[in-house]
């Protein structure tokens, strides 16, 4: 247990650092010990999430949560490629942005879930018909919906309308500016869950894969 | 009782830190003009005409203390070539980014801003404006800064890329878009801006770290400033500065736009007497506010910053979210005339 927490503490430092070949080594030095998708679940995923809570706490950037995640998600997938079968058993997860066209906020999430151990069909920028028969044609079980403009969190809305009318209810899961200064918001427009941040993806792809269990 | 003061003296004390005869209101409304004309936003954000128009007929309604001349930041990035994508309901998003890769930053070249027929009805905006407000209004001008720019020109992930891995390229756009900041600021304020909102939400702490913002936004905002031939206001957009607030004085600026997700009183007490404070209204909840809550929200805005002057009530954001609707437009000027005549602790 103290050694993982040490792994911890030194991964922490080297993706807030941006210092990517001491994440490798450190990552290497934990895969001695543990299969890649226990180093995923046990150390990257805790850590990101502590990486997360500083963001919300504003004692980390945003700059520092992108590119730890997305050097997380690389190691990763040398270790456990995608779709390898070792990847986690998991419900159906894709995640989209909504009709904005800047999609940061969706790419750290999609990095902190792969960097996880998760599989989730990246759907890109969607608007609310395509997103909709998308989630109905891939059977999705967990949709998570980045925004980042106010017009486009009130479309989660006829997401829902329109998931609805298609004889669908997946689990919807929203997050993005909109909804860290309004927290009604989520509940107003029909989302199932927020997530202050990227790394409270994690929580909820890992309480939706127990639930499918 | 004194003589009621003019928005721009009431605005002109505030910000020299001294107290006029109420805090200053600015109502930074750049989309509800649409809904007062009853047209669509596309065809309202283009038009220098219907935005003159608005702004004059919504400051007649609810007597706030500025007139907005934006219309819709991408327009930046569309004069530099980029694509603009129009809502029925929302501001314009810059669409695909004008860098496709970073190998194209050696060879962008700035907007000639007579030639960019956008840019050109951004200064017709404020001649008229001006023109018309006959200097007792303030008019505010402004500019993305070139630190903020690129998250439209190349995306938001392109360009922290390039801002980590390529500090070449990096600083080689950044002069591309100084050279044009600080141009476009100034052709704003020869066509009567008042001051310049320098919308910077790359440099908050909510985006990058302290130690790189003095190593990059810091540098990039000095630059620039000491340019621009008037007064500017640094705008954060929502985003954090708490941390860098002694940085961002060192940068020439007069005030900053302050974040709901800060303590107000926290940076009121960093920045008394010598940076400015506008904000900081939640906009996004803005929409479902009643009465009260929009009265308790206002009061509370203006007991933790107003004092001393230095404070101009607003927004977070520097824009109104369209959906905000007029009541509660009307409610946030009804609580800042009971709540906001100096002296506050009467």
């Known amino acids: 247990m103290t050694e993982i927490s040490a792994w911890m503490d030194r991964l922490e430092a080297a993706l807030i650092s941006i210092d990517e070949p001491s994440v490798n080594a450190i990552i290497d030095e934990v895969q001695a010990s543990m299969t890649p998708l226990d180093c995923a679940e046990n150390v990257i995923s805790p850590v990101l999430r502590r990486i997360g809570v500083g963001w919300q706490e504003g004692s980390v950037s945003l700059s520092q949560v992108y590119l730890g995640s997305k050097m997380c998600e690389r190691t990763l997938d040398r270790l456990l490629p995608a779709a390898h079968q070792n990847r986690r058993s998991q419900p159906k997860m894709a995640i989209a942005v909504l009709e904005d066209y800047h999609n940061l906020g969706q790419k750290i999430v999609w990095s902190v879930l792969r960097a996880g151990g998760y599989e989730v069909t990246n759907y890109e920028r969607q608007d609310v018909p395509s997103l909709a028969a998308l989630a109905k044609r891939d059977e999705v079980e967990v949709l998570l919906v980045s925004t980042l403009m106010y017009r486009s969190a009130l479309r989660v809305k006829d997401l829902r309308k329109e998931m609805i009318n298609g004889s669908i209810s997946p689990i919807l899961m929203v997050g993005g500016a909109p909804f860290i200064f309004d927290r009604e918001l989520w509940r107003a427009v029909g989302a199932n869950e927020v997530g202050d941040d990227a790394s409270a993806a994690l929580l909820i792809a890992k309480k939706y894969s127990e639930v499918s269990k | ?346």
């Open chain 2, 1 to 346: 009782m004194s003589e009621e003061m003019s928005s721009m003296d009431r605005t002109l004390t505030a910000l020299s830190h001294k107290e006029p005869d109420r805090v200053p209101a600015f109502l930074l409304l750049t989309m509800h003009g649409a809904k007062l004309l009853d047209m669509p936003l596309e065809k309202y954000l283009t038009s220098s005409e219907h935005i003159i128009k608005a702004q004059l007929r919504m400051r007649e309604l609810y007597g706030h203390d500025c007139l907005y001349a934006l219309g819709y930041g991408a327009v930046e990035v569309k004069a530099f070539g980029g694509e603009v994508i129009f809502f029925e309901d929302g501001p314009p998003n810059s669409g695909r980014p004008v860098i496709q890769n970073p190998e194209e930053v050696e060879s962008l070249e700035g907007p000639d801003i007579d030639s960019e027929s956008c840019l050109l009805e951004v200064l017709s905006t404020i001649k008229g404006l001006k023109e018309r407000s006959n200097g007792e209004v303030p008019v505010v001008g402004v500019v993305m800064s070139p630190f903020s720019l690129p998250v439209m020109q190349m995306g938001f992930s392109g360009y922290l890329d390039l801002m980590h891995q390529d500090q070449d390229r990096f600083w080689s756009l950044m002069e591309i878009n100084q050279r044009f900041c600080v141009d476009w600021a100034n052709r704003q304020l020869e066509a009567g801006a008042t001051a310049i909102g320098y919308f910077d939400p790359v440099s908050s702490s909510t985006i990058i770290t302290r130690e790189m913002y003095l190593e990059t936004g810091s540098k990039v905002a000095k630059a620039t400033l000491s340019q621009v031939k008037g007064p500017t206001v640094t705008h954060f957009a929502s985003g954090r500065c708490l941390s860098i607030v002694d940085d961002v004085m060192d940068t020439g600026t007069l005030g900053i736009g302050v974040s709901v997700l800060e303590d107000l009183s926290a940076l009121k007490k960093k920045s008394a007497g010598r940076l400015s404070l506008l904000g900081n209204l939640n906009g996004i909840e803005m929409p479902r506010w009643g009465r009260l809550e929009t009265d308790r929200n206002v009061m509370m805005a203006i007991l933790r910053a107003g004092r001393g002057g230095g404070f101009i009530l607003s927004d977070n954001h520097g824009e109104i979210p369209y959906q905000v609707p007029w009541t509660v437009v009307s409610w946030i000027m009804e609580a800042v005339h009971k709540h906001g005549e100096y002296p506050l602790d009467r």
